[in-house]
């Protein structure tokens, strides 16, 4: 399959690690095209994170925290509001659907399952279901537990 999103944001924040912070951002730019995405390297992705199809269209924005397990769907934001501080927080073992949009200083909670092309704007509560524009909550299950 090739090199995805991931790989190359996983790259850029070794390379920041190491102090090589122009060739981190080269390697950010070139998997930023390759895949018509941005996964800042100021967010904090879990190492268990998955974006679905290489995270084709995916935008993460810095500050965003995506839990352990969670995953992605391609075209998916998650930014902050525009004149607004906070970025979402997403938990652990969380689905967003492909097309969605978490905006905000919102946290998604453990488990929970956001809809396809859902807008989401408030908290999300752990187990809970969403979806539409803006998303409701449509069901709630309990969250997963362990570890």
Known sequence: MGPTALTFYRAAKRLQALQVPRLASMVATVGDRMHNSHVDTKALLH?????GYGGIGVIIAPGVEIGERSFISQNVSLEPLP??????????DVYIGVGAQIL?????????????NAIVMDD?????????????????QAPPTGT
């Not at 004149?83 to 927080?89: D, E, L, S």
């Not at 905000?104 to 399952?113: E, F, N, R, Y």
């Open 47 to 51: 190492p268990t994170v998955e974006l």
């Open 83 to 92: 004149g607004h501080t906070g970025a979402p927080r997403v938990g652990r």
């Open 104 to 116: 905000g200083p919102v946290t998604i909670g453990d488990g929970a399952k956001i809809g396809a």
């Open 124 to 140: 999300v509560a752990p187990g809970a279901t969403v979806a539409g524009i803006p998303a409701k909550e449509l069901k709630r």
